[in-house]
Each structure stands twice: as structure tokens, then as C-alpha cells.
């Protein structure tokens, strides 16, 4: 199988195309987490599952402040006052992530206006990538499956109950960053008909590997013939 | 493939063993739910995906009371005081439940006595399976993976606390018999260090089918290279 990378750039926003065949595939879109970008491992080992193993498409963008992006001075503020604080640091994050998806959720929805033809839409991000990518479902009727989770505040539950589509949503039990509670709240509030939480002992960065095959396959049974 | 389903009786306990080629493929035990017995369709239906796509072993028994064997007076009053109620049977059902593991703990021991040669070994029961499977798995070394789920006792949180061994554990997070926080408990409360909790909308009886081919992919996952 070719795959191709494309680089492109919507307005200010900066990203990178990946593609297998046919213009018709299913398109995943990849939300980076926090202090990362487009082409973090992360992020490219996705798009790898998503393009070689199930032939879609994918798509990811630098977040606002993130990656090929300036920062302007409210990223400049908080990324001192995160580096400043010890603990706790959820709440410092909570507040940045908010911030950033007003801006993020209409940068993706442009970079999806950008590409247009392709088949069904899904979106795959967790921690920062959930924190703009919830707010993106909740808006986004194009969107019709998504990967979502460690992520946990009031902002993202209001949110969640404005999501209908079917959402895989990943909770780390031990996670240091997202109080237990506020992760299962957000999970009940999603209004979808599907949605599976899957729940795993460990911190906010140690996510099994299973669930990354657990997760493509979600997106194939929903993608692949909605 | 050709697949032998094979009667026999251990003591008092009639059981099945459904078996596909080799005597040291893996095993797996299959525990029915509370009414049913080791023909119900949804055992037959694992014992199938069991032996057919994984090629392992599958054994299934009747729990006490149930199926091909005689109640006793305490299964006739509790079915009494279970159909005489109509709500909440919760409480019933988990102390019957209780009562029951501790008569099919040594049962279930007492056949794997009689099975001996066969490779790695697990258990997939949920609700009364995992009322009696649960106990197991804290008192048989030979079980080295589990699913479990549908149930949510201070009992059986106890009974969860002894066990070490890899767990898929399924919740409904409407289950109309299980309160979600005591099935949360029951998933906090075990010891092992690879433990994944799959929670999904809907009441006590309606797992989603796309968990069923999950809990064959954790079976094999954890049977077929232990």
C-alpha cells in the first residue's frame, strides 16, 4: 500500500494529510494532546493504524499554540503558570484546554470545509485532544463517531450532553490530572445512544496499548458502513 | 472443524465440555446467569465463539439449584421470596447469589480435578456467573484470566480484593438490579494489575453484542501466549 503525507495549511492553521487510496474512504480526524502537535508519535502512530490497518484517511492539526503555531500571550500565560505550579495542575489545564477549544472547534471545522469528498467522518484525541475534540462533536454534525476521554470538568459534561453519536470514551483509573469522578461524569453526560467506557488502573499517560487496537476497531465498525 | 460436546457428571454436578481438537488447548468455564443452566442459549453461544473461533476448550455446569439439579429448601424459598417480589430484588438476588458460591466454589474446583491435561485456564460469567465466579477466581490458582461483570456486592468487592489475575469486568450503567456505584466498587476492588472495566448504557440484560466479541479477543489474548 502507498501512503502519502501531505502538508497543508487552512488559513493559519498548519497540518498534514495522510492517505491510502481512494477519495471516497472514511476520514478520521487526530487530535494531539497537550504540549504536543501534528506529527508527535502519538499522532503518527494513529494515523498509521488508521491509513495502513483500516485504509481511511487522516488528518491532524497543530492545536492553537501548539507545534508550527506562535503562541500568543494568553498560551505564553498559562504554559508559565503550568511551569511554575507543582500541583495541582488539573485545574490550570482544565481552564488552558477550555480556552483553546473556542478557538480550536472552528479551525477544524474549516480544515474539514477544506477537504471536502471524502466518506464518514470520525475523530480520535484524548486529554487536550478530547478537551477541543468534545466541544468539536457537540458542534459538528459531520462528525459521526469519536475516540474520546481523560478528560473531566463541568465545561466538558455540558458539553458531552450536546454529543449524539457513537463515542468510545477512555478513563484512567489512577489518572493524576482527572479527578475519577468528573471522568465518569462526563462519560454519563454524553446524550449518545453508544457509548462505551473502558476504564484501565494507571496515570493519565499510561494507557494500555490494547485500547489503541480496541479503539480502531470501534472506528472501523462505525466508519466503515454506518 | 469438528466439535464434541461431551455430558458428564462430577459428584452431583452435571456439566458439559465442548471441545475442538487438541487436549492441551486452553479451557475456559463458562458460568451461566441466575435461572439459566449450562445449555441456556448464552452459554451455548460462548462455548461456540469459545471452541469455533478461538479453538480452545469450554466447559460449562449447572450452579446449584439450577438446570438438571434438584433445589434444596433454601432454593425454594428464595425463588419463593424472589417471585413474590417485585421490587427492589437486588438484595434478594445477591444474598441467594452469595449463598450459592459457597456450594459451587469446591464444585467448580472439583471439576477442573477432573479435567487435568488441558493448557491455560479461564472463566467468562456474568451477574450469578460472576456472583460464584468471582469467589472462584480469589480461590483458584489455576484460573489465570477472567470476565466478569453485572454484579455489585460489599461481599463480593471482598471476594475482588483476592484477586490478581487479568479481569474484563462489564457494568450496565442502568442496571436496574446493580447500583452503579457498587459495580464501580466491585472493579476498584480488585488486586489485579491488568483490570479493564467496559461500562455501557442500558439495563442488567442488555450487554451490547460488540462485548461479547471483545471478551473472546481478552480470552484469547491472555490464553493463547500466557
Known amino acids: 500500500m502507498h501512503i502519502t503525507a501531505q502538508h497543508f495549511r487552512v488559513g493559519d492553521v498548519p497540518g498534514v494529510r495522510w492517505c491510502a487510496g481512494g477519495d471516497d474512504a472514511p476520514l478520521v480526524l487526530l487530535g494531539h494532546g497537550g504540549g504536543q502537535h501534528k506529527l ?14 483500516l485504509g481511511f484517511t487522516a488528518i491532524a492539526i497543530d492545536a492553537p499554540g501548539h507545534g508550527d503555531r506562535p503562541r500568543d500571550p494568553e498560551d ?5 503558570a503550568i511551569r511554575a505550579r507543582t500541583e495541582p495542575l488539573g485545574p490550570l489545564v482544565a481552564d488552558y ?9 472552528p479551525e477544524w471545522q474549516a480544515v474539514l470545509d477544506a477537504h471536502p469528498g471524502h466518506g464518514p467522518v470520525g475523530y480520535w484525541g484524548v486529554s487536550l485532544g478530547s478537551a ?6 457537540a458542534a459538528e454534525p459531520r462528525i459521526t463517531a469519536a475516540v474520546l476521554g481523560l478528560v473531566g470538568t463541568e465545561a466538558l459534561a455540558a458539553a458531552a450532553a ?6 468510545r470514551f477512555l478513563l484512567q483509573w489512577d489518572d493524576e ?15 449518545s445512544t453508544e457509548k462505551t467506557l473502558h476504564a484501565n488502573p494507571g ?20 466508519l466503515r458502513h454506518p
Not at 40 to 53: D, E, F, I, L, Y
Not at 76 to 80: G, H, K, L, S
Not at 132 to 137: E, K, R, S, T
Open 76 to 80: 505564553e500565560r498559562f504554559v508559565a
Open 97 to 105: 484546554n477550555a480556552a483553546l477549544a473556542t478557538r480550536a472547534v
Open 40 to 53: 508527535a508519535p502519538s499522532v503518527v502512530a494513529r494515523a498509521q493504524r488508521v491509513v495502513t490497518n
Open 203 to 222: 496515570r493519565h499517560a499510561e494507557l494500555p496499548p490494547w485500547e489503541h487496537d480496541s479503539a480502531e476497531r470501534f472506528l472501523a465498525r462505525h
Open 177 to 191: 490530572l482527572v479527578p475519577r469522578a468528573a471522568g465518569l461524569a462526563v462519560y454519563d453526560a454524553f446524550s
Open 132 to 137: 477541543l475534540g468534545i466541544p468539536l462533536a
Open 162 to 167: 450536546k454529543v449524539t453519536i457513537p463515542v
